[in-house]
């Protein structure tokens, strides 16, 4: 899972705030919509959801843990109870929105009037995320906003890129249809203005970002004493959703490893050039173990093999996994020798953080790679992010 600093979800007035919690708190909402396939039935609920927070919970700040594990529980008893959710895409949908509202409804005035801080920072703020879920040879891609998931595939000896989600943007002609199509014709001319949403918001969906989902009246009452302002055209919200687009694929031993990446990324290398820095770390990694035939290869697999070794031998790997050597590449460039390289990659992290803004955005990776015994084994994963 990946998402975008405004967010790691993504470009939506980058925060960290909005992403951050997503980041902690997304994985617990998917976990409580399957625990009924993947968790023994007889162990308790408490005990069963206690396993969702082990990971995250240690990263969400004190005042938020007991509403977000209340949130969780929830979820999961109207999740059981709907029979509607009963599919993997649904399930993820469920949990993305149901996330985007808790998100909404912490930066709700309580019952005194009051608004925490710290939650109405996170859900005006905004981000993007892009999901994977992997089960036996089953794939799901769930995506909102600008981030992205490519498929490395071997098609003849030669790998190829296959793309496993859409950008939700303004080159995006569906997502552009969709938008004009759910407000009045007058406002053909102000959704959409030099490129972004309402002038301002370049992904299309988003996290958070109250500022195109919210009405003019609660936003004056809850954001306005914050120091937020209307968007300009503020007419029919909400403009902005997190509802994730869910792209299935059924792997093959053809598809050798995926590369999930915020638009950070991708602003700099095109999928096809990633999938092949992904290639030629595999090969090289290759080259600095023993070789030792599969069982029951034969003698041209063997040569196959063989073959594909010794054209790795130019690419013995500097990096320790291919998620690091994908992001020197996109800002070390893919020319001028290693030297070279880390001297741009070098300038590129030391720029302090308000100058790093226009020249590069924030980069997260993660790879994982399939086995060809994927259906009886865990992938194997590197990620790495600046």
């Not at 005194?112 to 799901?140: D, E, F, I, Q, Y």
């Not at 687009?245 to 050798?256: A, S």
């Not at 063989?306 to 020197?328: M, Y």
Request: aromatic share 8%.
């Amino acid at each position: 899972m990946t998402f975008k600093e405004f967010s790691n979800a993504d470009s939506l007035l980058n925060c960290a705030s909005c992403s951050r919690h997503v980041s902690t708190r997304l994985f617990d909402y998917h976990c409580a919509s399957v625990l009924t396939k993947h968790t023994v039935a007889e162990m308790p609920l408490i005990e069963r959801l206690q396993w969702l927070f082990s990971s995250a919970d240690f990263r969400l700040p004190t005042p938020f843990k007991a509403t977000h594990e209340k949130n969780v529980r929830d979820f999961h008893k109207k999740f059981i109870g709907d029979s509607d959710l009963c599919t993997v895409r649904k399930a993820m949908q469920a949990a993305f929105m149901t996330l985007d509202e808790d998100i909404a409804k912490g930066a709700l005035p309580d019952a005194k009037g009051r608004v925490c801080r710290m939650s109405a920072s996170v859900a005006t703020s905004g981000s993007c995320a892009t999901v994977a879920h992997v089960r036996h040879n089953h794939l799901h891609v769930a995506n909102v906003g600008d981030g992205a998931a490519v498929l490395g595939v071997n098609h003849h000896g030669m790998i190829t890129a296959r793309q496993l989600s859409k950008a939700h943007t303004i080159e995006n002609a569906d997502e552009v249809k969709r938008i004009r199509l759910g407000h009045p014709a007058s406002e053909y001319t102000t959704i959409l203005r030099g490129g972004r949403l309402l002038g301002e918001l370049y992904p299309l969906r988003a996290f958070g970002d109250l500022r195109y989902k919210w009405p003019a009246q609660l936003q004056r009452v809850v954001m306005e004493p914050l120091g937020d302002t209307l968007p300009q055209f503020l007419l029919t919200p909400p403009y902005l959703t997190a509802l994730p687009e869910v792209f299935y694929h059924q792997l093959t031993p053809n598809d050798r490893f995926m590369v999930i990446a915020s638009d950070g990324l991708w602003d700099w290398l095109d999928p096809d050039t990633v999938v092949r820095l992904v290639n030629d770390h595999n090969l090289g990694t290759q080259t600095l173990t023993p070789y030792v035939p599969k069982l029951g290869s034969n003698l041209k697999q063997v040569f196959q093999e063989l073959r594909d070794r010794r054209a790795g031998e130019s690419k013995k790997p500097i990096d320790d996994n291919s998620a690091t050597h994908i992001i020197r590449h996109a800002l070390g460039g893919v020319t001028g020798g290693t030297d070279l390289q880390y001297e741009r990659l070098r300038e590129s992290l030391q720029l302090p953080p308000g100058m790093a803004r226009s020249h590069r955005d924030d980069i997260t990776v993660i790879v994982i790679h399939f086995s060809e015994e994927y259906l009886g084994n865990p992938p194997d994963r590197s990620d790495a992010g600046i």
